[in-house]
DNA sequence: GTCTATAGCGGGATAGAC
DNA sequence: GTCTATCCCGCTATAGAC
């Protein structure tokens, strides 16, 4: 799209070392020879792909977050059911960051380091997105009578989506301080934990 | 304790403008100028007070860190009631970063920074201790018959934390993306959220 | 497209006067 | 305790050969 064509080898390896490193160290930590040499690539070059660090930093990003589109979310909307339409949206959160685990990272480096309000505006759209499909189904369960009402959706959209989100980044830490789990695949345990979330959120938000 | 006698004024001062300048910019994107700056204080004598930068840093994180005794979240292990000890707990943490906003950010970085494994260990320690009497809360509750006893008591501790830390850093952020609140007073938002988790998690925890 | 070489700047940290 | 001056290093970015 954006970029035209197919991208060089050389631009992907850039882009992949890039993206490791930034999300491991930030990008005020990250050097342009480290990523040159996790890259297997001459320093100078990456000027020839990207005009500077930040440029190099804003493809990161785009490349990454472009590469799940948000449109599955809002197509959970059409389902019938609000409980099985919450559960999708949060099994989907779950897979995004098992399947890309730099993600959690490089976005909560972007929350830290820019005051909350003027974030990445490709990444603030995406979670616009998400919360408003996830504050609609809950507005829709409240009315058709499946959800308690005195909950705000707002609110509750944000509590669906912390779980989930905070897991990724602190989850096996915490994990850990309790001396719970030995240590599994990782991708395992962020799906348990998803199906978790469902179960809590859905009890939370139940009519009586 | 570790810091005998009276910590003189330029050592706080220098302490304060380092922990602003390492919450919103991080360790790698700060520098001992910036720093010296803001403190009002040449920035060769933060060597006076500090080995060196990384010191400083540590010094940073255990005075905030240190600020905030846990102690208070295993008193509430005292109470009678496993839902007021619960709600004790969350608004313990609310205001802990209500008062101290820098901390969520520090923490975060921390997080992303360090492989989710070693993190520093005072920050560790203080959030085991933490967990663990939420999770002794909670399988209390169970125990009694007041909580549902299908839900793993480690995924319930960090679903109840997940959702106002996570808030804590992205809260104002995502309620702005969902058109909500025209920015009201950082402080209260915080209470007003940690009302709807105590809420929240309560009705995902009861037994019905 | 890829490499070498290097300019130019800004960072962390120290020496030593006061 | 505080300041000035400065060293040295490593980083970003460019020039230009291949």
């Known amino acids: 799209m954006t970029d035209s064509a197919a991208a060089p080898a050389t631009r992907q390896a850039i882009l992949s070392a890039a993206a490791e490193l930034f999300a491991a160290r930030g990008q005020a930590g990250t050097t342009i020879k480290q990523i040159g040499r996790r890259a297997g690539v001459n320093p100078a070059l990456i000027y020839y792909y990207f005009a500077d660090k930040a440029a190099l930093y804003d493809a990161v990003l785009a490349e990454l977050v472009g590469?799940?589109?948000?449109?599955?979310?809002?197509?959970?909307?059409?389902?019938?059911?609000?409980?099985?339409?919450?559960?999708?949206?949060v099994h989907r959160q779950a897979r995004v960051f098992a399947e890309e685990p730099l993600l959690p990272r490089l976005i909560v480096r972007e929350l830290a380091d820019h005051d909350g309000s003027r974030a990445t505006p490709l990444l603030g759209e995406h979670a616009r997105r998400l919360l408003a499909s996830l504050t609609v189904l809950i507005r829709r369960g409240q009315d058709d009578g499946s959800f308690r009402t005195d909950v705000e959706p707002h609110h509750a959209a944000i509590s669906c989506?912390?779980?989930?989100?905070?897991?990724?980044?602190?989850?096996?830490?915490?994990?850990?301080?309790?001396?719970?789990?030995?240590?599994?695949?990782?991708?395992?345990?962020?799906?348990?934990?998803?199906?978790?979330?469902?179960?809590?959120?859905?009890?939370?938000?139940?009519?009586?």
């Open 67 to 89: 590469r799940f589109p948000v449109q599955l979310a809002e197509a959970a909307l059409a389902t019938d059911s609000p409980r099985d339409a919450l559960a999708a949206v």
């Open 161 to 208: 989506l912390a779980q989930i989100n905070w897991y990724c980044i602190s989850g096996p830490l915490m994990l850990m301080l309790m001396g719970d789990k030995p240590e599994g695949p990782h991708t395992l345990e962020i799906d348990r934990f998803a199906e978790h979330v469902v179960k809590f959120t859905l009890a939370a938000l139940e009519a009586r």
